[in-house]
């Protein structure tokens, strides 16, 4: 089987990805900044290779990339994602410059596949699902620096022949999820009994579970492309409000609570439309989601209950009878 480098492995959906390729009897490479996180790696540090490096210092990148020699690289560390990384020439730094420094050291080494990670956010707000060929109109610090890297990605992998698609991800939700997160928040607050201050009920997300959104990073690597730097929407191509996110919660985990709404501020990039047209991923990578959004909420919930070394992590919860 194929080495394989991630990077970004101590945050969500990175790390959901390492623990596949492992189960998958994979050699897993991470690539882990000098002051990451270790909650979610703990546990997978004596089953992978790690090499710590800065995606903006370009001779420690080098270095772990000719170390590794992977077949297939999966790029998931971002900054600027939550709205505590605010400090827009880091983002940029981070998201655009760090993946140039990453991309051209694969090439050095030469790779099968380099599997970007978009962002819905690289569309701004629209009033339709859009499409991969349409103009991205990026509204934020963030949005622009991934649309950067998306292009950057594109050109490379169109002048050298290399293959290095584009995933751009909508709402990904799921086990080891940031703890402030929507989902999360509200079933700690569920597994409580209680809920969540809450913004508008009519703000809407492409919700989509990170075990879908894994597969598709497992079929843009092994899938031939036509076009080497394509790209993907990963999003199930229905949009689901708060209101019916809260209900769903509330049904799954029986909270007695009623929702109180607009207790919380709305959020600049809060909107009553968004949502992902799949057409091009199912057509050319074969994916298709396999979880409802109330399907992936319950295995979430599971994951909590079963968990609960994670209860202090995620703000603590009553033990609730199962």
């Known amino acids: ?148 890297a998306t292009l950057w990605c594109r050109e490379t992998a169109h002048r050298t022949g290399q293959k290095v698609p584009t995933l751009r991800l909508y709402s990904a939700y799921g086990p080891y999820e940031e703890p402030t997160r929507l989902i999360p928040t509200l079933i700690t607050e569920g597994l409580a009994g209680d809920l969540p201050p809450l913004t508008n009920p009519e703000t809407a997300r492409d919700f989509v579970f990170v075990e879908d959104v894994v597969d598709a990073y497992l079929l843009a690597a092994a899938t031939p492309l036509a076009d080497t730097g394509a790209v993907f929407n990963v999003g199930t191509g229905v949009q689901t409000t708060l209101r019916e996110v809260v209900r769903i919660a509330g049904k799954i985990l029986d909270i007695p609570a009623e929702p109180q709404w607009a207790t919380m501020a709305d959020r600049s990039w809060d909107t009553g439309i968004w949502v992902a047209d799949p057409t091009l991923i199912k057509k050319t990578l074969g994916w298709s989601p396999l979880h409802r959004f109330e399907d992936g909420f319950a295995r979430t919930v599971e994951w909590f209950r079963t968990n609960e070394r994670f209860a202090e992590l995620y703000g603590g919860w009553k033990r609730q009878p199962t």
């Open 1 to 148: 089987m194929a080495d394989v480098l991630v990077t970004g492995a101590s945050g969500f959906i990175g790390n959901n990805l390492a623990r596949r390729l492992l189960a998958e009897g994979r050699s897993v490479h991470l690539l882990l900044r000098p002051e990451y996180q270790g909650w979610r790696v703990d546990d997978l540090i004596g089953s992978v290779t790690v090499h710590r490096a800065d995606l903006l210092d370009p001779t420690s990148i080098r270095r772990a990339v000719q170390a590794a020699k992977p077949q297939w690289i999966f790029h998931l560390a971002v900054y600027g994602a939550y709205a505590s990384q605010s400090n827009a020439l880091n983002i940029f730094r981070t998201n655009a410059l760090g993946t140039a420094y990453l991309l051209e050291a694969a090439l050095e080494v030469g790779f099968d596949a380099f599997v970007n990670t978009g962002s819905s956010s690289e569309y701004g707000f629209q009033d339709h699902p859009p499409r991969e060929n349409e103009a991205v109109e990026p509204n934020s610090a963030y949005a622009a620096a991934k649309a950067a």
